[in-house]
């Protein structure tokens, strides 16, 4: 079985500063790890994702994640926000038949 | 591609009423999958289907029906409403090929309300 935990519900910046959204797994198998991003009313949109290759992931719109096995953490980060990164994030983990299990969601707000 | 489309966007029902949320995919993927999203929560899994003719349950699965006579389509069936399953449903698809794990992609989703 796995899971995930993001470590905070709600995460706020100041536009042009540093995003960290945190997320740590549990699994008994070499994971597959993702992170979704969703804008209000919106579907999923993929951001990255993580297959066993390099451990540093990068992906759209200037994000990034590093898989760090001993830490059993896969953190988002981004160097600069902007104020459309505003949205809900969530770390995921794929599990048997691809089976997905999602976290419960970071809320990014950006502020001016 | 149109990708994943999903049907219809929004939808109230009285409780006991029943209803089909159709999905389809166009992007010839093998696994199709529906996910129900609660307020403050990440999305659970409700069924599965790794091909044509093959469903599975998901975390979730009591109150729903599933289907995949095709592999483009997945509708998912509600028989007998409940408040409890007032929530915004999510359609999926992606390509799997043995023990890889590829990326979902999702539709935009439908919003019911069971009132």
């Known amino acids: 079985a796995q899971s995930v935990t993001q470590l905070d519900s709600h995460v706020s910046v100041s536009e042009g500063t540093p995003v960290l959204l945190r997320c740590n797994y549990s699994?008994?198998?070499?994971?597959?790890l993702f992170w979704y991003v969703q804008h209000p009313n919106k579907g999923l949109q993929l951001l990255l994702k993580?297959?066993?290759?390099?451990?540093l992931v990068k992906g759209i719109n200037g994000f990034e994640a590093e898989f760090k096995k001993s830490e059993t953490s896969f953190h988002l980060t981004k160097p600069s926000a902007h104020m459309s990164d505003a949205a809900e994030y969530f770390c995921?983990?794929?599990?048997?038949?691809?089976?997905?299990?999602f976290g419960t969601g970071t809320q990014l707000k950006v502020e001016l | 591609n149109a990708g994943v489309t999903q049907t219809p966007k929004f939808r109230i029902l009285k409780i006991g009423q029943s209803m089909t949320l159709q999905c389809a995919q166009d992007?010839?993927?093998?696994?199709m999958y529906w996910y129900r999203q609660d307020p403050g929560m990440g999305l659970k899994l409700i069924y599965y289907?790794?091909?044509?003719?093959?469903?599975d349950k998901g975390e979730v699965p009591n109150g729903y029906n599933v289907s995949r006579s095709t592999t483009e389509d997945f509708p998912l069936r509600l028989e007998l409403a409940a408040p409890s399953q007032t929530s915004v449903y999510f359609c999926?698809?992606?390509?799997?090929?043995?023990?890889?794990?590829?990326?979902?992609?999702f539709g935009p989703g439908t919003r019911l309300t069971v009132t």
């Open positions: 992007m010839n993927h093998n696994y």
């Open positions: 999926a698809s992606s390509y799997t090929s043995g023990t890889v794990s590829y990326e979902q992609y």
């Open positions: 699994s008994s198998y070499s994971p597959s």
């Open positions: 995921v983990v794929a599990g048997g038949g691809n089976k997905l299990t």
């Open positions: 993580y297959t066993s290759a390099a451990t």
């Open positions: 289907s790794v091909g044509a003719g093959i469903t």
